[in-house]
Each structure stands twice: as structure tokens, then as C-alpha cells.
């Protein structure tokens, strides 16, 4: 029973939402698809059987409607994991996640919370085009009064869920197109995790790469390639976009005393530029070399493979970026 | 007027710096007195002057000055002060200087022209330790002055600054660089031959046990001694071995200056000279030993224990190799080697018995001499550990 276990990205997701269901009889699950279809991204497949269509409810294509009702049910006491199919999508909803799922316990005094998860596919990478790729979490952390978790691991994936649902206020969880494929081991010893600290995934000397999903396994490949020439790479997976953990990004750097930041989001205004700022607010005496950054190129994700490939951040502009700050040795 | 100049503290030294003056203008000098100290990759050295007469003008502190470059004026009895000339010490240590020791002599950056590249960490640690960061060289990216460039900068004019009962001894860094400099050279150059022999060590240890049981701690003897007497003295018998090879021809030396291979910790090694070996006695020898290991590794050598070798020793001492098969240090044309002294089944007297018995090498250039000489060599180092007592 203790030995690692192996599972997918979606298996864990999933896991995650059976678990919850079966623990808590106010939890349900709300958004397109997600019953009779299993899911856009089959995470809940076989749930409809499994829990019936009280708890795993289809809804019209109507985000900011359902999204409602989901802020509405938490308020009157159900724990909703509301999913919305893709984060561009998400922007139908917006009116509801900020004025007020975000909102309204501070505009309550606290007489009210609104415990309320919702789920979204971002990200790029599945030749799925400009209205299904892009990565707007950096956006969503703009925002007081919300949580940002963005699991790029299948640990993250599979215990992430329980921690947002049991958080009084709410929780936006991205999860990444292209991982829901993605296997990794999962420790039976980790039953739960917190939604607050980023974690250090490789330790280094050279240079920090601070990074979330997708870009998480970019930047261990990397670091591996890196290290073959020499140069050791830290690289520290955020896990929240918000609260956003600069003490754990900061002690890395006083490390390395060189960072890169990866991140899917476009560059402009992005969640790598907040940390940038914070860097320069915070520790820019630690630095011993400008900071780096790499993010997707500022156009909407092409449908092309080639040209997709291209607009993402890809190992080789990573190790490029990690290169151009570390002086070579010797 | 006569020119004081950089000397050459080893084929290995293309550069030295000046750190401290121990004379001003208008100060006597006389051959051997100690003027100047030098800073090169062996550490910061006491350079010697050999000239008579009266300090005129001195270079200017730290600056970076070739092999050859003018360091003083000296005026020789009876001469009048000069008019300054093209290659006075000043104008010649300007030119190096400014190319080769800006932390010495800042250049003027003008706001707005060049914009020096500092890394903020570099720039604080700079600030901390009272360094100038625009005028270092930049490693990093870009060609900013990063940390590191700061820190070793720091530790560079830790010999300027620091007083000289303290002064830092070497750089390793540099140590190294030399060492490979003079080491590739030498096997580049220097068609090298070996010869090996065991010597029955018996005798001398014998004599030496016998010795140190009779005398207080600090007048007893380590067994470098008399392995460095032996030396010495059967270079009396083959001169061949003893001097330079200069100008595609041997030339013998006048005086047998043993150069005695030091390793210093942290790495690298040094040879200084131990002057006249052949006529010291043994406990002059096993003072002078001490006192060279004390400053080569703390700093304090003489310019002068760095030019004159005319042959090297390299002793492992009790917890070396068996045999070492030494590289000649250029111009030199041989180094001894002195392996552990070891017990070993050793035929004497027609039976087999435990002896002490040292392994004693040599590698000859085999431009200046043959095997045969290098033999004879090995058979003289033979003879007198047979013989200790005349030592």
C-alpha cells in the first residue's frame, strides 16, 4: 500500500473529485459536458454513473450563468467545484469571479464567504488554437479575495482539490492541457498539501528557474541539460499563483543569485513580471545578473504545430535564457 | 644613474607588481639590501637590490610592470640628480600600468559615455569592502563585474593593503597558471632522461638516530638534511649537473645553490635556494631548511632564493611516494629526487637483512649532459650517505 504509485495527471484529477464526493454530500460538480460527455478533457468520466446527475450536473453553454449559480450554492452552504471547459472561456464568467466570488466576503465584513472552486484546462500545446490555448491564471492572480493554484505535478493534481475545497473562500484551479497526459508517481505517504508555499523541484548553484505547469517539466529537462554542461539550475515550481510565495523564490536566489522566470502567459503584464518587480523590490541586491525571462510570444497561440511550438517556451530557449546570465567557467 | 629593474624571480614570472616600497629617494643602498616588495604568482617576494648608491626615484605602487621594466633610479656616489628622462621608472610604469592595474589607477569614466556594467550584488559587495567596481574586469554576462570579479579583486589588494607582518603568501590561482607555464615549457623544451637507485639508508639513519638522541629538540635533524648534504656535496665531484642551460650551451654555475621543492598548502609549490649548500654544516642546513619552508608558505622569500638555484631537490619526506621522477624547472638541467625512506630486504654482508633504503632519482636535461654523468651523480649521493659522519 505504501508504494509509489503511478497514474496520470487526469487519473489523479479525477481521483481528486471522487474523493470529494464521496466525502462531503454538499460537494457536486457543475459545467459543460462534465456528465453525460465525462468531461472535455474526460477527467470526470464515469462520475454521471457513479454519483448521478444530482451531483454531476451538465449545464447549458452559459459560463457566467452557471458560474453564478456556483457562487450562489456556496454561499447557501454547498461546496460546488464548478469547471469551466477552457480559461479563455472563463472570461464569460469573469463578472461573476471578481465582482463577486472574489468579493463579497470583503464587501459582507465577513458575513459571508464563498467557497467555491472552480476548474479550468489552460495552456497551450494541443493544437487546439487561440480560443482554447491560452494561459490566463497570471491574469486571475491580479485579484485579492482569490486563490491561484496551478498544479504542475500529479501530486499537486491529485490533493490540490481537497485543500481548495476545504478553504472557506475561492479557489481557481488551472490545470494544464498538455499534463493531463503526463505520468508521475504518487507518494501514498502525502495525503494532503497546502496551498501556499512554491517548492524547490531540483536544487542548484548557478541559476533559479521559477516556474508552474506546463513549464515545470520544461525546465527540469532543462536543468538536466544544464547540468550536463556544467551548470546546476535550481528550479522551484510556484504551485500558487496566488498568494504568491516569494519567501521560497527569494532564499533560492540569495542561492543562485540568478533568476529566470518561466511562464506560459504572454510577457507583457504577466505573473513573471510581478515576480521580477518583487525581485527588484525585494532582493535586488541579491542579483548578480539581470533577471531572464521566458514567456510565450505575444500573439494569440497559433493552430500551426510548427508555429505553436514557436510561440511557447520551449527547453531550448530555457537552457538559452539560463546560458546568457551564468558566466561560462574557466 | 643606473636602472633597478624588474627581475626575473623564475622562467615562469612575465609580470610582477610592486606592493610595498622599503626605501625612498635619497636613501643609501647597498648590494643585497632588500628595497622592494614584489608581488608575483610565488607570493609577495623581497626583492634585493645589487647596486651601490642612492635611491632617486621609485615606481609608483602597484602597477603591473614586465620583466625588465625600470622600478628605481639609482644614483651612483658621487653622480648628480638627473633630469628626468623618457624612461624614468614613473612614465615607464605609467604606460604598463595603466593597461595592466586599473584597480591601481582608476581611469576617469565619464557619465554618460562608457557605462560600466556592475551586478548589483557586485556592486554592494564592492561598496562593503571599499572597492571600485567600474574599473574591475567583468566575467559576467555582458561583461558586468558580477560577485565573483569583486571577491577576487578583494583578495588581490589584500596584498596591497594588508601590513606586512600579515601579508598573504600566494594565489593559488596564479601559483597554478605559472607552474603550468613553466612545467609544459620545460617538457616542451627540455629533452628530459631519468636515472633511479636505491641507496642504503642504514648508515645515515644510524648516525642520525645516534645524533638526535643526543641533543635538544630543536637541534635535531630530519633526514632532508643529510639527503640535501649528500647532494650538495657529490655536486662538488659532478659540476656537470650543476648550472643553466642558456643560449644552446651549458653553463656551469660558480656556487651550489640547492633549490629545495616546497609544497605549500592550498596548493602549488616553490623551489627557493638554499645558498652554498655544499659548505653549510648540517644544522645550518636544517635551519635554513626551516626558515625557507616557514616564509615560502606565510610569504618573505628573497629574490634572490628564487634566481639562484642551480639544481632542484625534491625530498617526499615520510609520507611521500617511494620515487618521484622530477620535471626541471628551466634553465635549470637537472633535478635529484629523494624518495620515502622505506625498510626493505636488502642483500649486506653476503645476507639478507631489513634495511632502510631510499630510492634516489634523477632527471637530466640530456642536452647539457648523458646518463653516463648523471650516473656518476647518483654514485657520489651513494657514496656520501655511506659516509655520514664527513657530511
Known sequence: MNTPQRMSYREACKQAIRDALAADPRTFVMGEDVGKYGGCYAVTKGLLEEFGPQRIVDTPLAENGFTGIGVGAALAGLRPIVEIMTCNFSLLALDQIMNNAATLSHMTGGQFAVPLVIRMATGGGRQLAAQHSHSLEGWYAHIPGLKVAVPGTVEDARHMLAAALADPNPVLIFEHVVLYNAEGELDPSVRAVDLEHAKLRRPGRDATLVTYGNSLPKCLLAAERLAADGIEAEVVDLRMLRPLDMPTVLDSLRRTRRLVVVDEGWKSGSISAEIAARVAEEALYELDAPVGRVCSREVPVPYAAHMEELALPSVERIVDAVRAIVPRRG | ?391
Not at chain 2, 605549500?264 to 649548500?277: N, T
Open chain 2, 1 to 391: 644613474m643606473a636602472d633597478f629593474t624588474m627581475p626575473s624571480l623564475g622562467a615562469d614570472m612575465e609580470t610582477g607588481k610592486v606592493v610595498e616600497w622599503l626605501v625612498k629617494p635619497g636613501d643609501r643602498v647597498k648590494p643585497g639590501d632588500v628595497v622592494a616588495v614584489v608581488e608575483t604568482h610565488k607570493g609577495a617576494i623581497d626583492v634585493e637590490c645589487f647596486l651601490d648608491g642612492v635611491i632617486d626615484e621609485l615606481a609608483p605602487l602597484g602597477a603591473e610592470l614586465p620583466v625588465g621594466a625600470v622600478l628605481a633610479m639609482v644614483r651612483r656616489a658621487g653622480e648628480a640628480p638627473a633630469e628626468p628622462k623618457a624612461s624614468h621608472p614613473a612614465a615607464v610604469a605609467k604606460v604598463v600600468g595603466a593597461a595592466a592595474a586599473p584597480a591601481a589607477a582608476p581611469p576617469v569614466v565619464l557619465p554618460g559615455l562608457t557605462r560600466v556594467k556592475v551586478s548589483p550584488a557586485a556592486r554592494q559587495r564592492a561598496a562593503a569592502l571599499g572597492i571600485e567596481a567600474d574599473v574591475l574586469r567583468g566575467s559576467g554576462a555582458d561583461g558586468a563585474v558580477t560577485l565573483a570579479d569583486v571577491e577576487q579583486a578583494a583578495s588581490r589588494s589584500a596584498a596591497l593593503s594588508t601590513p606586512r607582518t600579515a601579508r598573504r603568501g600566494f594565489d593559488p590561482a596564479l601559483m597554478r597558471q605559472a607552474i603550468a607555464a613553466a612545467m609544459a615549457r620545460s617538457k616542451r623544451e627540455i629533452p628530459h632522461y631519468y636515472l633511479s637507485a636505491t641507496v642504503d639508508f642504514g648508515a645515515a639513519q644510524a648516525w642520525l638516530d645516534d645524533h638526535n638522541a643526543t641533543h635538544e629538540p630543536l637541534e635535531r635533524l630530519l633526514p632532508a638534511t643529510l639527503l640535501l648534504k649528500a647532494c650538495a656535496k657529490a655536486l662538488t665531484e659532478v659540476p656537470q649537473l650543476n648550472g643553466f642551460w642558456r643560449d644552446d650551451a651549458f653553463q656551469p654555475a660558480a656556487a651550489i645553490h640547492i633549490g629545495w621543492a616546497i609544497s605549500l598548502r592550498g596548493g602549488g609549490l616553490v623551489a627557493p635556494a638554499i645558498h652554498d649548500a655544499d659548505r653549510k654544516t648540517l644544522p645550518e642546513l636544517m635551519a635554513a631548511l626551516r626558515d625557507l619552508v616557514q616564509r615560502a608558505r606565510a610569504g618573505g622569500l628573497r629574490s634572490s632564493e628564487l634566481t639562484d638555484p642551480t639544481l632542484t631537490v625534491t625530498s617526499l619526506g615520510e609520507r611521500g611516494a617511494e620515487s618521484v621522477f622530477g620535471v626541471i624547472y628551466p634553465p635549470q638541467v637537472a633535478i635529484v629526487g629523494f624518495g620515502r625512506v622505506v625498510v626493505r630486504p636488502w642483500v649486506c654482508g653476503g645476507a639478507v637483512l631489513p634495511r632502510p633504503v631510499v630510492a634516489v632519482t634523477l632527471a637530466a636535461d640530456h642536452r647539457a649532459s648523458d646518463g653516463h654523468v648523471g650516473g656518476q651523480l647518483l654514485a657520489a649521493i651513494d657514496r656520501a650517505l655511506q659516509d655520514p659522519a664527513t657530511l
